[in-house]
């Protein structure tokens, strides 16, 4: 703790020296009339010593000097509130306030001066008051009149308010904006102003009730600026309530009102909402679906009530089109409540819940559609559920193979894993054992030879078993961590005089997204998908290795073959000449008929470059074709 407040300590002399430095330079800038770099100098002080109220002062007045007056003002309302009871200082912001359309806070300041213990600051600020309270009663005065003669004119009613706003005749100008509004619906920033004046008349009910009005509705910039404003909380229904009573025309606050009564239980009143919602807009399709739901929940005869079921359903579908997942959920919802027994609705439901990352849910209902009379919509429940469903169970067991030949080794490898992993309720990160096997047949007498007699890299074949323990992070964005401590046992260990058995640490990052058509199982059409591994492996030497594979290419049409561009990069933290190349080509996979959906065969056809200038022996260009399977399963 000393250590910690001695470091705060110098830090705060640090700042204290460094906004010291900025206002000699900038007081040397002021005197020597280089007004724009006085200005920088002020705000880079300000900025690490904002206390300084005499350098505030000095800057104010130097915006002021360069015609920037409402920021002058602005710094000078600042050094204001630090200095509350310096007379001057305020009736010289209150004229300032006046000119820059604060003529209400000018207004009051000038009401407070008059009795100033400065006499000749009183007598000053009385007679400004006396002059500009004449000219407001006057205006008023006037205004007043024009409304009288002219009540229809929006504009007139608006000017009137303005000017009781400015004499701080906050609840008179309250009622004309709210006249003002009422015949101009469309001006909705008028809500902003009658929230603005009511919140000064201390009445902070019609304050929110403005903003809540003004925040569900348009135009989008008058909307923002409202939520900005508003209470952090939801708004209650009375609430909600007099923002309709001051916003009669706001579909979308009487809709919403709508919903939050259903949420409550009070369908009768949900049912009044949206009744009087379609007097306003009888096209809403959303509205005249919920109010067919609910008359026939309460089975009120309703002649509609079919038709409405069936927009409901065209509404789903539309939403699904334009990837309006929340609003398909929502149609959906309602669907299967009014009818649990439509599979097909059942199914669309957990597809939607699956998109939005709701797999619970999504599993309950493909559960329900597996169970169709329907074949086909039973087959493809059921396949959703078992590739779901795993993600889910407490433990699941992931076990993967890739075999390959690779032609510039002249040999065959084999990656493999077998995984179980647990799922803890309440944390994010999975505790797993795994097993990996990285090898190869070794036909060459316990070493691998590649072209013109290359020693394979111990990366390419480690020959080994590892067996271990470790934790994992849920995937989120794409991107997982993972970490692990076991051993590892290299079967041609003994050929090598070297230790059968040796402790293995490994830890990494991954990353993996896909776009377009990139799995075998989909439509046709062009994909992308792109892969990064950064691993940590103590058996080689501490080193940590980096890869990048991206395909780009082209998902034949009703069949499950794809045609891409390989574009490969890999290096590493200890800059060896094996482990920095990059390499390219084009490739294929496809899966034969018959065969599992998670087993694929491939062929690569690559050019490859190192790009360390390493082992003189080693090609620095290569070639290499690769051809293989890949087979995964999951339970």
């Not at 394979?456 to 078993?465: F, T």
Request: contains cysteine.
């Amino acid at each position: 703790m000393i250590r910690l407040a001695a470091l705060a300590c110098a830090l705060r002399l640090y700042g204290q020296n460094a906004a010291q430095q900025q206002l000699d330079q900038a007081y040397a800038n002021l005197k020597a009339m280089r007004l724009a770099e006085a200005r920088l100098a002020f705000e880079s002080a300000l900025g690490l010593a904002p206390e300084h109220v005499n350098a505030r002062l000095d800057y104010a007045y130097l915006l002021l000097r360069l015609g920037e007056t409402m920021a002058g003002r602005d710094q000078l309302k600042l050094v204001l509130n630090s200095r509350p009871d310096d007379e001057r200082l305020s009736i010289e912001y209150a004229y300032l306030a006046y000119e820059t359309g604060k003529r209400a806070e000018a207004f009051e300041i000038f009401l407070r001066l008059r009795n100033a213990k400065d006499e000749a600051i009183g007598k000053q600020a009385t007679e400004t008051w006396t002059r500009l309270d004449a000219d407001l009663r006057a205006s008023i005065a006037r205004w007043t009149e024009a409304a009288a003669s002219t009540p229809d004119s929006y504009s007139v009613h608006e000017e009137l308010a303005r000017h009781l706003e400015d004499r701080n005749d906050w609840v008179a100008a309250a009622a004309e904006y709210r006249v003002a509004f009422g015949l101009k619906p469309d001006k909705r920033r008028f809500l902003l102003d009658i929230a603005r004046v009511e919140h000064e008349a201390l009445r902070p009910d019609y304050a929110n009730a403005a903003l809540i009005a003004a925040s569900r509705g348009t135009p989008p910039m008058v909307a923002e600026e409202a939520r900005e404003i508003l209470m952090p909380r939801y708004p209650f229904v009375y609430e909600f309530e007099m923002a309709v009573e001051m916003d009669p025309l706001n579909v979308p606050l009487r809709r919403e009102l709508g919903f939050l009564l259903l949420k409550m239980n009070r369908d009768k009143d949900a049912i009044s909402v949206f009744e009087n919602l379609l007097k306003l807009a009888p096209d809403d399709a959303l509205s005249v679906a919920q109010l067919a739901f609910l008359k026939v929940k309460r089975a009120v005869p309703v002649a509609s009530a079919e038709s409405g079921l069936t927009a409901v359903k065209e509404l789903a579908d539309r939403s699904l089109e334009k990837g309006y997942l929340k609003d398909a959920l929502r149609y959906l919802e309602q669907l299967h409540e009014t009818n649990p027994e439509d599979d097909a609705t059942t199914l669309r439901l957990g597809w939607t819940y699956n998109m939005l990352k709701l797999d619970r849910d999504a599993v309950r209902c493909f559960d329900i559609a597996r169970r169709s009379q329907n074949t086909k919509l039973a087959t493809e429940a059921d396949q959703a559920y078992r590739n779901l469903r795993p993600s889910l169970a407490s433990v699941r067991t992931t076990t993967w193979v890739l075999p390959f030949y690779s032609s510039r080794w002249h040999e065959i490898f084999t990656y493999g894993q077998a995984k179980m992993e647990f799922r803890l309720p309440t944390s994010k990160v999975r505790p797993y054992i795994s097993t990996r096997f990285i090898g190869d047949l070794n036909r060459n007498g316990g070493r691998l030879r590649g072209p013109l007699g290359q020693a394979a890299p111990q990366a390419l074949s480690e020959s080994a078993v590892v067996v271990a323990g470790g934790l994992a992070s849920a995937r989120k964005h794409g991107w997982m961590a993972w970490g692990e401590v076991g051993g590892a046992w290299q079967y041609f260990a003994k050929r090598n005089n070297t230790a059968t058995i040796r402790s293995d640490y490994r830890g990494g990052v991954n990353f993996g997204r896909g776009f377009g058509a990139a799995n075998l199982g989909s439509e046709g059409g062009w994909f992308a998908s792109t892969t990064f591994d950064g691993v940590f492996i103590s058996r080689f030497d501490n080193n940590a290795l980096f890869y990048g594979q991206n395909r780009i290419g082209y998902h034949a049409p009703n069949a499950p073959l794809q045609f891409y561009i390989n574009v490969n990069l890999t290096t590493d933290l200890r800059r060896m000449d094996w482990a920095n190349y990059y390499e390219a080509g084009p490739g294929v996979r496809w899966r034969a008929p018959g065969l599992p959906k998670s087993l694929y065969l491939f062929a690569d056809f690559i050019y490859g470059r190192h790009m360390l200038k390493g082992d003189p022996s080693r090609a620095r260009r290569f070639t290499d074709f690769r051809a293989g399977v890949w087979y995964a399963l999951t339970y």
